[in-house]
């Protein structure tokens, strides 16, 4: 699953999340410093983040209110975004305390929380023309983001490249939308970051796997393993 | 080697204990167990042993169910904590599966009370007062800790471990887990770990949990019916809340299936127990069928058909008729979720009930995909279509359209499980309809399904040995 286990993570930090350290409040420190270079290094490990998120979450209501950091729950939820289409985002929503993310809770978090369901709702319904429009409705969003570095590149990179895998060709124009760039712009991304050619305003996209739509048939795999209990059971039965 | 193994162990029991007793006041109950004498435990013990496997009744008073944790405590902490292991053979193959399942159930009945009391201010002031005073009976952090400890002591890891790579379980089994008693509610804890933690909702972890199980094997559940069917429930529900409905469709099928043909052989009340769950996953199969239409097998589709065949139809006609549906067969066949923390006595308002948070994060994905049944009724009718002019039959803007064909194409490659951990898998196309678009014009290719004759084969053969 995608952003779930980076080759990146250290050592100390899969002794924590595959362990008891695991529910150890004192590991809160360690995965926070874990999520802030997640955050500055553009990867993501969610495996270590969903920990850290049931121990912060969890500490606010048992432990001291006080160690809870917003900002580390709304920064969790911001990376879980950037792997769209994936499920990494629901399964951050659902470990957060349901109270939090109840319709009539009011206060900061919850209002953060709702904001970026909606942006992430957006991405998972490949609206993402109306993505950019959202995130720029409100100086809130440029908040939430802001410690992710990278955040409106990641976005782009990963909407290319979803895009590839359903387009051979593609109009610069509805392509720049989704990007949330001008035209020039988004001339630029699709020439220097993608490394595709433009012709008479249509995207051309290499081939890949994805957008090939092969004709195929679907055929049965058999193997003997499938007849062993049948035979066993004759061989049995026999004996 | 073994001396220093359970040093290790002991120190590991010994972290967690310290880490949770602060926050669930288990260290007042290993306390009170302490003070009592050594002969007075092994007099009652096999009574205790018994009593611990018992259904206490639902509708049990409050007092009852607070003796019944401290029991728990008491027998759990007998088990684990005496000095060496305790000389005891289980009364039952079946008995430890019996408490660990009946510890959670209690568990969980608890936890939806509680709940319930919280959100209705006017009800029952006395039971309110007292759930308030002690949130830490029956807390999670108590029962995560009893399945850890009981996974750690009996080194059961160590053991399948040695189990999966062809090597004698006894020789890293320990003192401890040479003997049936831990061994067994070693084993059926990692059931219960994987449980527990889809009830709080963390449906990665409740995968992760069975790594050391091997599923596709004889596995030592699989023995005990209601153990082997529980775990494929939960499993298949973790997979559908991950968005793998493949993988959930195959384990709901594959357990439904050993059900329907093993009914006559299952004694009449191990059957009936598991009559509930068999329907509700019939009701889930229905939701992963809908975002994910395959072929069922033959016995499945039957019953299916004859169980939510109005139901099935409506979802698979998808749009916004759909969702009450989606809602209406998540909440029958759900598992009874459990609030990470206790609830807020002071603000009834503030308590929201689990199922309906979890519901609601999945109703985000069934929207998000609503518009898939349609889209694709549609495409598999042409080679080749204008994007323009299929949006005007949808009625809907180019713009949407794009964004359908992306989702459901995102949707269509999803891991697999092959035979490794359950979180792993093969990225697969999963649906025997594929696009591509060139600008505004949709390249469409469907797959031919060649006939399925093993399953067939191998069903025929079985009947002419009965």
């Known amino acids: ?33 874990y999520l802030r270079a997640q955050c500055e290094q553009r990867y993501c490990d969610m495996n270590a983040n969903r920990t850290l998120l049931k121990l912060s979450t969890n500490a606010r209501y048992q432990l001291n209110p006080d160690r809870l950091k917003d900002e580390v729950i709304t920064n969790i939820l911001v990376k879980a975004m950037t792997c769209f289409p994936s499920p990494q985002f629901s399964l ?24 970026l369901r909606e942006l992430d709702t957006q991405l998972q319904g490949a609206q993402y023309a109306r993505f950019w429009a959202t995130l720029d409705s409100d100086d809130l969003y440029a908040d939430l983001v802001a410690d992710i570095d990278g955040f409106e590149e990641l976005i782009r990179i990963r909407t290319a490249t979803l895009a590839s895998h359903a387009f051979r060709e593609i109009e610069i124009s509805v392509l720049a939308e989704w990007l949330g760039l001008d035209e020039a712009a988004a001339t630029k991304f699709v020439t220097e970051t993608a490394g595709w050619k433009i012709e008479d305003g249509q995207v051309k996209v290499p081939r890949n796997a994805e957008n090939e739509a092969k004709k195929a048939e679907v055929r049965e795999d058999v193997n003997v393993e499938m007849f062993s209990r049948i035979v066993r059971r004759a061989w049995e039965e026999t004996a | 080697m073994s001396a220093y193994d359970e040093d290790y162990d002991e120190s590991l029991v010994q972290d967690l204990k310290e880490q949770t007793a602060f926050e669930d006041g288990m260290g007042e109950d290993l306390e009170r167990v302490s003070s009592m004498t050594m002969a007075q435990q092994t007099d009652d013990i096999q009574s205790r042993l018994a009593a611990a496997a018992q259904p206490l009744d639902f509708s049990a008073p409050l007092a009852v169910k607070f003796e019944s944790y401290d029991s728990y405590c008491n027998l759990f902490h007998f088990i684990l904590n005496s000095d060496g292991p305790v000389d005891l053979e289980p009364p039952s193959y079946y008995w430890a599966w019996d408490v660990i399942d009946e510890f959670i159930y209690q568990f969980n009945s608890f936890s939806s009370y509680r709940m319930r009391l919280a959100r209705q201010p006017r009800d029952n002031e006395e039971d309110r007062q007292i759930l308030r005073e002690n949130p830490n009976t029956w807390g999670c952090y108590s029962v995560l800790n009893v399945l850890y400890s009981l996974i750690q002591r009996s080194q059961i890891s160590e053991q399948l471990g040695a189990m999966k790579r062809n ?6 089994a320990g003192e ?53 069917f529980t775990t494929y429930y939960y499993v298949g529900f973790s997979y559908m809340m991950m968005h793998r409905y493949a993988d959930a469709i195959r384990m709901f099928s594959h ?15 191990q059957y009936d127990s598991i009559t509930k769950k068999n329907d509700q996953m019939y009701a889930l199969i229905a939701i992963c069928v809908a975002f994910h239409p395959t072929r069922l097998d033959d016995t499945i589709h039957t019953a299916l ?25 998540f909440k029958a066949a759900c598992p009874k979720f459990i609030s990470p923390v206790p609830p807020d006595f002071d603000n009834p308002e503030a308590n929201v009930d689990p199922i309906d948070h979890h519901l609601a994060i999945f109703m985000d994905e069934v929207k998000t995909n609503m518009w898939s049944p349609t889209v694709k009724s549609y495409l598999r009718l042409y080679t080749t279509m204008d994007l323009k002019k299929l949006a005007g039959f949808l009625e809907v803007q180019p713009e949407e359209l794009r964004s359908y064909l992306l989702v459901n194409k995102q949707r269509t490659k ?9 979180l792993d898998g093969e990225w697969i196309n999963v649906s025997d309809l594929d696009y591509a678009m060139q600008g505004d014009l949709i390249h469409i290719s469907e797959a031919k399904v060649g006939r399925k004759l093993v399953d067939w084969y191998l069903r025929n053969l079985a009947r002419t040995y009965n």
């Open chain 1, 1 to 33: 699953m995608e952003g779930e286990d980076p080759q990146e993570r250290p050592d100390y930090i899969s002794s924590i999340i595959n362990g008891l350290e695991r529910y150890n409040p004192e590991a809160v420190g360690t995965l926070e410093d």
């Open chain 1, 92 to 115: 951050a929503l659902h470990i957060i305390p349901p109270s939090i993310l109840a319709p009539t809770s009011r206060g900061e978090l919850p209002e953060a929380i709702s904001k």
């Open chain 2, 167 to 172: 090597e004698d379980p006894m020789t890293v």
């Open chain 2, 176 to 228: 401890y887990g040479k003997k049936n008693l831990y061994r067994m509610l070693g084993y059926f804890s990692i059931i219960g770990l994987l449980r527990v933690h889809c009830l709080l909702g963390d449906f990665s972890l409740a995968l992760k949990t069975l790594d050391d199980i091997e599923l596709n094997k004889k596995a030592m559940f699989a023995r005990v019916m209601a153990a082997h």
């Open chain 2, 255 to 269: 357990i439904l299936v050993y059900v329907s043909r093993t009914k006559n052989f299952q004694k009449n009340a």
């Open chain 2, 305 to 329: 058909r004859e169980k939510y065949g109005d139901q099935l139809l409506k979802l698979q006609r998808g749009g916004p008729e759909s969702l009450p549906i989606y809602e209406e067969l």
């Open chain 2, 414 to 422: 999803q891991l697999r499980w092959t035979d490794q951990s359950l």
